[in-house]
Nanobody, 119 residues
Framework: QVQVVESGGGLVQTGGSLRLSCAAS????????MGWFRQAPGKERELVTN???????NYADSVKGRFTISRDNAKNTLYLQMNSLKPDDTAVYYC?????????????WGQGTQVTVSS
């Protein structure tokens, strides 16, 4: 099993920055993709950004040019650098890891970390 734990959320003013971290543990060798999702009140969970199989990162149009995903393989940690934050970025941010083997594939989710951007 793969476990992921997020950290780094908080309250920030419009235009500010935050960096989220996601520490992965367990059977990390099966991870084929990792990314960040977010869910705002009353809305569905949406993809923010992800990296699949060491490929180029994908970003939602709403965060392109402002958010950057990166990872430190030595630390088994995924990061999300968020700059120029807007009130619309307010949401619970979730780390996601996809574990893929020959027999199965499953998602692991963190508990989420709250990001609040004040206007």
């Amino acid at each position: 099993q793969v476990q992921v734990v997020e950290s780094g959320g908080g309250l920030v003013q419009t235009g500010g920055s935050l960096r989220l971290s996601c520490a992965a543990s367990g059977d990390i060798g099966c991870i084929s993709a990792m990314g960040w999702f977010r869910q705002a009140p009353g809305k569905e969970r949406e993809l923010v950004t992800n990296i699949i199989d060491d490929g180029s990162p994908n970003y939602a149009d709403s965060v392109k040019g402002r958010f950057t995903i990166s990872r430190d393989n030595a630390k088994n940690t995924l990061y999300l650098q968020m700059n120029s934050l807007k009130p619309d970025d307010t949401a619970v941010y979730y780390c996601n890891a996809v574990c893929t083997t020959l027999e199965f594939e499953y998602d692991s989710w963190g508990q989420g970390t709250q990001v609040t951007v004040s206007s």
